[in-house]
Each structure stands twice: as C-alpha cells, then as structure tokens.
T-cell receptor, first 115, second 111 residues
Framework: DVKVTQSSRYLVKRTGEKVFLECVQDMDHENMFWYRQDPGLGLRLIYFSYDVKMKEKGDIPEGYSVSREKKERFSLILESASTNQTSMYLC??????????????FGSGTRLTVV | ELKVEQNPLFLSMQEGKNYTIYCNYSTTSDRLYWYRQDPGKSLESLFVLLSNGAVKQEGRLMASLDTKARLSTLHITAAVHDLSATYFCAVAFSGTYKYIFGTGTRLKVLA
C-alpha cells in the first residue's frame, strides 16, 4: 500500500561525501518535491519537479541538486555534504496542480546525519 | 510575499477540553490542507478545503476555511491523548505548483 517510498529511513554520511536520496512514487503523479524539516523552521522546499527532466528551485536549493529521469523517481543530491545539512528530508508527490482534491502524498522521510 | 502563519506553536491541553489552531495566510489561495505528523514519522493528510465556508470533520477534528479573512481553523473537540501530534496547515497559492507550510502546532494532550 506504500505510495511514496524513500530509500533510507536513517543515513549517516561524512562531511564532503556526495549523497543521494532516492524517492519513488507509484501513483503516476506529475509533481514531485523535496523538503527538509528542521525544528523551529518547519518544512522548507528545496527543489520540485513538474515533469520528467524538469526541475525548479525551491526556497533553499544551495548545496543541493536533483534529478528526474523517469516520472516515478526523483533524486536529491548533496554534492558535498556538510554538517548543516543534517536534517529530516521529506519527499512528496502530487497530481497536476488544481486537479481534484489530492494534495501531497509524503514519503516516510530520511533522517540524514552528516558527521 | 507568500506567507503562512500558524498559532499557537505549542499547545498543551487536558483531555476532554476543546481548542482551536489558527492558520493565517498572506494572499489569494486556491486550496488549503491540514496535515498531521507523529514524532519521527512523515506527514499524513487530514483535510483539504477548497472554497470559502468549507467545513470538513473527521472524528474530534473539524477544519474550516474563510477565504475573505484568509484564515483556516482546526478545532479539536473533547481532546484525547491519541490526538497528540504536530499539525501543519499548507496553502496552495494561486498559480503556483508548490505549497507553503505553516510552522506547525505541536499539540500535547495530557491524560
């Protein structure tokens, strides 16, 4: 019954490593999003994609990139991990904007620690 | 500026009491969502509100929307411990793909 799957629940990486966070959805949604969630700061949008190979920067894209080669998969890449990227990362997907009542469906989250 | 403000940030209440969480937003919106998040877990959709005066209810939770005031409320009736969680509102602003989330209200219901 899982609809949005994030590949890892917990991840520990070293400073300077290149980190890949994977997200796969099985709902045929056009839109996919990456957020990070930090205490006191709520959810902040990193990047989103409204179609294959299309991407747009969110509010805090610095230090991140994304890849969407297939409709169902949206990857977040930390080019050179830093300790200030320690956070909970949430992937979400949604149908095209203004279609029906469906909002975001979230994945279970990846708690990333950079040491 | 697209802005969503939620209050209170923290709410500690006794079982059986009623309370309301408020979500204010800055400009015209197409729709508003309420989500629940349990500790260490992801966000779960509760309600979507699409038009002025919309009201949705599920169990002890009732959400409403006043688009003229740019205000949504989440009312908790006769709270029980199982409602302890963080509640977020999210606003889809007209002409954008993305939602802006409120900062969340951390609710703790004391037995």
């Amino acid at each position: 019954d899982v609809k949005v799957t994030q590949s890892s629940r917990y991840l520990v990486k070293r400073t300077g490593e290149k980190v890949f966070l994977e997200c796969v959805q099985d709902m045929d949604h056009e839109n996919m999003f990456w957020y990070r969630q930090d205490p006191g700061l709520g959810l902040r949008l990193i990047y989103f994609s409204y179609d294959v190979k299309m991407k747009e920067k969110g509010d805090i894209p610095e230090g991140y990139s994304v890849s969407r080669e297939k409709k169902e998969r949206f990857s977040l890449i930390l080019e050179s991990a830093s300790t200030n990227q320690t956070s909970m990362y949430l992937c979400a997907s949604s149908p095209p904007f203004a279609q029906g009542e469906d909002g975001y469906t979230f994945g279970s989250g990846t708690r990333l620690t950079v040491v | 500026e697209l802005k969503v403000e939620q209050n209170p940030l923290f709410l500690s209440m006794q079982e059986g009491k009623n309370y309301t969480i408020y979500c204010n937003y800055s400009t015209t919106s197409d729709r508003l969502y309420w989500y629940r998040q349990d500790p260490g877990k992801s966000l779960e959709s509760l309600f979507v509100l699409l038009s002025n005066g919309a009201v949705k209810q599920e169990g002890r939770l009732m959400a409403s929307l006043d688009t003229k005031a740019r205000l949504s409320t989440l009312h908790i009736t006769a709270a029980v411990h199982d409602l302890s969680a963080t509640y977020f509102c999210a606003v889809a602003f007209s002409g954008t793909y993305k939602y802006i989330f409120g900062t969340g209200t951390r609710l703790k219901v004391l037995a």
